[in-house]
């Protein structure tokens, strides 16, 4: 709260509702995005005083990189303004009510929210990010990994890493973990779900990074329910702001229903004909969907260049469209990242700079492309004759 009397008629609030584990503080929005940055588990609930604030929407906005979607927020001012109001509503507020505050007005509204009916206006969730790969070996999990860091540790979002290899695949490795059995759990009861019970199936990497597996044995079925992951994948929309998801394989039930789900799709790839047919079959799957979605393509050079590979703009002809993210070549960078860590985004030069610039990109934060870091697969010696896809 940003004065005293309205501390003080909160504080009587807290007290007289019985509500468990509230905390009442005099600060500014900032204060609180400094405290929201420090604590292991987010609130559920949030009421902030913005009657101070010279611009409300950007302290609710930078308020909103720190807090979960889930979080409930209401806001408290001075301005009886309808288009504030709307306004505020549209940014995933639940509720906006002025001063001065009492306790039947607090009673009402909060009582309200708590009693799980529906708020009036929400839409803020997390983004869901499927990351699919056009054969093995291209780097799918290397590029989860790293988006997973990059957005957790440099860009302070909550991030949630999804390992969708049944048998448990090398993310744990690559994030520098451990694997556990927290998604064959969930997945068990995935009827009984509840934040607490959701938060201790992950593994902690690090403040904001959370990783997620199954880790089937290797004589079990390892068959992942699609519609309880669907269901599974809705409530962690809520608790972060990004869900990664790294898929091992290219189609079936499961693929077909994430790709649909998710709101960025991020197709893996290298410069070989055998994985340009695949990428354009996976650019296909993401094209059936009702609504379209960003599709990311990155084309990524995992093996020394050489003479086999496509030049990029016979590449860019044979799925049809234009290649903004390349991974260049860098064998220590990527084997430091894989086997000792941390993650080749950490570091330094052209793969952990090319890396950075594809995060940025998922994340909003559009940076110019540097013409040095690029072309540099317009040097690679072109095929006689590019083979014809579909054929």
Not at 50 to 56: E, Q
Not at 167 to 187: C, E, R
């Given at each position: 709260?940003?004065?005293d009397?309205?501390?003080?008629?909160?504080?009587?609030?807290?007290?007289?509702?019985m509500?468990?584990?509230?905390?009442?503080?005099?600060?500014?929005v900032?204060?609180?995005?400094?405290?929201l940055?420090n604590?292991?588990?987010?609130?559920?609930?949030?009421?902030?005083?913005?009657?101070?604030?010279?611009?409300?929407?950007?302290?609710?906005?930078?308020?909103?990189?720190?807090?979960?979607?889930?979080?409930?927020?209401?806001?408290?001012?001075?301005?009886?303004?309808i288009?504030?109001?709307?306004?505020?509503l549209?940014?995933g507020v639940?509720?906006?009510?002025?001063?001065?505050?009492?306790?039947?007005?607090?009673?009402?509204?909060?009582?309200?929210?708590n009693?799980?009916?529906?708020p009036?206006?929400?839409?803020r969730?997390?983004?869901l990010?499927a990351c699919l790969?056009?054969?093995?070996g291209?780097?799918?999990?290397?590029?989860?990994?790293?988006?997973?860091?990059?957005?957790?540790?440099?860009?302070?979002r909550?991030?949630?890493?999804?390992?969708l290899?049944?048998?448990?695949?090398?993310?744990d490795i690559?994030?520098?973990?451990?694997n556990?059995?927290g998604?064959?759990?969930?997945?068990k009861n995935?009827?009984q779900?509840?934040?607490?019970?959701?938060e201790?199936?992950?593994?902690?990497v690090?403040?904001r990074l959370?990783?997620l597996?199954?880790?089937y044995?290797?004589?079990e079925?390892?068959?992942?329910?699609?519609?309880?992951?669907n269901m599974?994948?809705?409530?962690?929309?809520?608790?972060?702001?990004?869900?990664?998801l790294?898929?091992?394989?290219?189609g079936?039930?499961?693929?077909?229903?994430l790709?649909n789900?998710?709101?960025t799709?991020?197709v893996?790839?290298?410069?070989?004909?055998?994985?340009?047919?695949?990428?354009?079959r996976l650019?296909?799957?993401a094209?059936l969907?009702?609504?379209?979605?960003?599709?990311m393509?990155v084309?990524?050079?995992?093996n020394?260049p050489g003479?086999?590979?496509?030049r990029?703009?016979d590449?860019?002809?044979?799925v049809?469209?234009?290649?903004?993210?390349?991974?260049?070549?860098?064998r220590d960078?990527?084997?430091l990242?894989?086997?000792?860590?941390?993650?080749?985004?950490?570091?330094?030069?052209?793969?952990?700079?090319?890396?950075?610039?594809?995060v940025?990109?998922?994340a909003?934060?559009?940076?110019?492309a540097?013409?040095a870091?690029?072309?540099?697969?317009?040097?690679?010696?072109?095929?006689g004759?590019?083979l014809?896809?579909?054929?």
């Amino acid at each position: 709260m940003a004065d005293d009397v309205s501390v003080s008629i909160l504080e009587m609030f807290v007290l007289e509702a019985m509500i468990p584990h509230a905390f009442v503080f005099q600060g500014s929005v900032n204060d609180l995005i400094s405290m929201l940055a420090n604590v292991d588990h987010p609130p559920e609930q949030l009421v902030v005083d913005v009657s101070k604030s010279a611009m409300p929407h950007t302290d609710l906005a930078n308020l909103a990189n720190v807090c979960p979607p889930g979080v409930s927020v209401v806001v408290v001012g001075e301005r009886n303004d309808i288009g504030l109001f709307r306004e505020l509503l549209r940014m995933g507020v639940d509720d906006y009510i002025v001063k001065p505050l009492t306790m039947d007005l607090l009673h009402r509204v909060m009582g309200r929210l708590n009693g799980r009916s529906e708020p009036v206006h929400q839409i803020r969730t997390g983004k869901l990010v499927a990351c699919l790969g056009s054969r093995g070996g291209v780097g799918t999990s290397t590029v989860a990994a790293n988006m997973g860091w990059r957005l957790a540790r440099d860009l302070e979002r909550r991030v949630a890493v999804i390992d969708l290899d049944p048998f448990g695949g090398s993310l744990d490795i690559l994030l520098g973990s451990q694997n556990n059995k927290g998604l064959a759990d969930l997945l068990k009861n995935i009827n009984q779900l509840d934040p607490h019970y959701v938060e201790r199936s992950f593994v902690q990497v690090a403040p904001r990074l959370f990783l997620l597996s199954a880790r089937y044995d290797l004589g079990e079925a390892g068959v992942l329910p699609a519609k309880s992951l669907n269901m599974l994948l809705v409530e962690l929309k809520k608790l972060f702001h990004y869900v990664i998801l790294d898929l091992p394989c290219r189609g079936g039930e499961i693929a077909a229903s994430l790709v649909n789900a998710a709101e960025t799709v991020v197709v893996v790839t290298e410069p070989s004909v055998i994985s340009t047919r695949e990428t354009v079959r996976l650019l296909q799957l993401a094209e059936l969907r009702d609504t379209k979605v960003p599709v990311m393509v990155v084309v990524n050079q995992p093996n020394q260049p050489g003479r086999a590979e496509l030049r990029l703009p016979d590449f860019e002809a044979a799925v049809g469209r234009r290649i903004l993210h390349v991974l260049p070549f860098d064998r220590d960078a990527a084997g430091l990242g894989e086997n000792i860590g941390p993650p080749v985004v950490a570091g330094k030069g052209p793969l952990a700079q090319a890396m950075r610039r594809l995060v940025d990109d998922l994340a909003g934060r559009h940076l110019e492309a540097n013409a040095a870091n690029v072309p540099f697969w317009r040097r690679l010696p072109a095929l006689g004759k590019f083979l014809k896809l579909g054929g």
